[in-house]
Every structure is written in C-alpha cells, then in structure tokens.
C-alpha cells in the first residue's frame, strides 16, 4: 500500500492541476504566458542566488569537521542544487535529496557522522525558517488586505508550533539516532545490514549536540537561510510583472511564503502537484492576483525547476560516472 500511495496522491494531485486550469481558463492563462514570453527563462539562472544562499548556511554548520576547506562554497552550491532537484523531480520520499547530499559531500569530507549531522540540523534550521518566513508572510497579507484567510492561517500555524519544538527536544536531549540503532539491532539482529546503517550513531548524535553547543553558527545559518527564502520571492515579483500582473516586494514575499506553506505542509504530494497552484490562487486573491495570473505563476515555476533542475541532475549522473570510471583506472585508489 505505501508503495501505491505516492502515486495516488500525485494522480490526485495532477486533477487539481488540470482542474485548476480548466477553471482559471485554458486560454486565458496560456495568452498570459505568451505575454510573459522568454523573459520566464531568466528565473532559471536567479535561482542559484536563494541556492547560494541556502548553502552557505550549510557550510556554516559543516566548516568545523572542514579544516581543510575542501568542501567550499561553489561545491556546497552545486550539492544543494542536486540536492533540491532530487527532492522536487524524482519520485523519492521527503530525504531522498538529503541523502543524496550526504553521499555526494563525503567526496570532500570523510566524516560520516560529521556530515549527517550537518545535514539533519540544516534540516531543522529550514523547518524554523519555514515557519518563521510564513508568519512573516501571513503578517503581510494581513498588513496588505486585512483578509480573515490569513488571520485564520496564521492562527492554525501557532496551533502547530509544537511540532518543530518536539523535533528540538528530541534531538537536543533524546540521543534520537542511538535510541533508532537499539531498536533496530533488536529487531533485526546485530548482523542486520539495515542496523549496519546507524554503525556510527552514538556519533551522530554527539556531533548534533556539538551543533547545537554552537549557538553563533546555528544564528548565523539560520540567517542565510532566511536571506534565500525572502531572495527566493524575487522570483514571484519578476514572474507577476513578466505576465503583466505586477504586485508590490512586500506582496511577492507575502505570496512566495505562502505558497511555500502549503509546500512544505502538503509534503506528501510528490512535486506538490495541484496543491502549489492551488495555494497561489486562494492566497493570490488576497493580494490582488487573479486566478488565471496565480496558475501562470505556479506554471512558471515549474518551468523554472525543470530548467534549473534537470541539468542538476544530469550533472550528478556525469560526475557519478566520472568518478566511477577513474576508480577503474589502474593504480587510481581514490
């Protein structure tokens, strides 16, 4: 059954989009998209600004284990590219990007635990930045329409504040990763090769406790992460004034955090099929974007992750030959 799960939720998904169309009108939104024209495409190369930025949040988390600084920022930037790519373009669950992140950045930094960690506690910070960048957003919309919608939103946020504030205690105090690899080595027996994936969990855990001892680095990261996701609205605020619908900076932010909401809560959704159209329309209006301008936006968007998302992962598939084929070569040990 979970196996046939993802691809209801995405069928589903996919008829709310189809839908949505429908009722925005066909017509109306493929003539708002021709209006925008190729001026879409430059959303391609913006978008690895808010990826820089992301990324140099992580590397803020994982210079500590990088004496050498082999792990830059340029190499960061193309991981957490593959990374974005892998989450959003390929039926994966919710890690997959995260896992095929920690792969790709042990090629520089050799240290297992070290890496997870930073991995899992960028993790976290973005799950904090998410809710602070929609509280941000909800404010706004709030400021900007007075819409009960928003006040309403803004309300069921804080009634799910808890759920970020658990994941911190459990990671800052539970010895989580250890508590995982008991269980599974009862379960499965010491010889388990699904055990043998937590070998160094008591490791993991005290490298997320060194983490979270570094109270500066965790502010500082959490600060570029925000810095990508309000860099990210840009990309509203260009697109909305490419399909000749322009709305304020204040109202692209707005708009961009919300959207980003229903994202990240309608996980579950592979690529968020139907449920980011869906988002822009009910909270477009709200801020003065039509239903037909909120469908061409999110159309845009998903241009813009193919053009940015499909080289990712066609670079990932060439540097994972090319490190394949030198392993090969003779006397090649690396």
């Not at 978008?47 to 992580?58: K, Q, R, S, V, Y």
């Not at 919300?258 to 159209?277: C, I």
């Not at 936006?297 to 813009?304: I, M, N, Q, Y």
Request: net charge positive; glycine share 12%.
């Amino acid at each position: 059954m979970g196996r046939w799960l993802p691809a209801l939720f995405g069928l589903l998904g996919l008829a709310l989009l189809i839908g949505l169309v429908v009722h925005g009108g066909s017509a109306e939104i493929l003539a708002l998209l021709a209006t925008a024209g190729w001026g879409l495409l430059w959303l391609v190369p913006f978008h690895a600004l808010p990826i820089a930025l992301d990324a140099e949040g992580w590397r803020v988390l994982l210079r500590h284990r990088d004496a050498g600084v082999r792990a830059h920022l340029p190499f960061l930037w193309w991981i957490a590219s593959v990374r974005e790519a892998v989450g959003r373009l390929l039926p994966v669950g919710g890690v997959g990007g995260e896992v095929v992140g920690i792969r790709l950045t042990l090629w520089r930094v050799p240290d297992g635990a070290a890496v997870t960690a930073s991995v899992v506690m960028e993790t976290l910070l973005t799950i904090v930045n998410v809710y602070l960048f929609v509280a941000a957003g909800l404010c706004l919309a709030i400021a900007l329409d007075g819409g009960d919608l928003a006040g309403a939103l803004l309300g069921g946020l804080a009634a799910t504040l808890p759920v970020p504030l658990l994941l911190y205690a459990l990671l800052r105090h539970g010895a989580v990763f250890a508590r995982i690899e008991r269980a599974m080595i009862g379960m499965l027996g010491e010889e388990s090769r699904v055990a043998a994936l937590f070998g160094d969990a008591a490791r993991l855990d005290t490298e997320l406790l060194a983490l979270f001892a570094r109270r500066r680095d965790l502010l500082v990261s959490l600060v570029w992460q925000l810095a990508g996701m309000v860099a990210g609205s840009f990309e509203v605020w260009l697109a909305l004034q490419l399909l000749g619908q322009p709305i304020s900076p204040l109202a692209a932010i707005a708009l961009e955090a919300l959207g980003l909401s229903v994202r990240h809560f309608a996980f579950f959704v592979p690529a968020g099929l139907g449920v980011q159209e869906m988002g822009f329309v009910l909270f477009g209006r709200l801020l003065g974007v039509p239903p037909d301008a909120a469908v061409a936006l999110s159309l845009a968007k998903r241009t813009r992750e193919l053009g940015y998302g499909i080289p990712a992962l066609l670079s990932w598939q060439w540097a994972e030959l090319r490190r394949a084929w030198r392993r090969k070569r003779p006397g090649d040990q690396r």
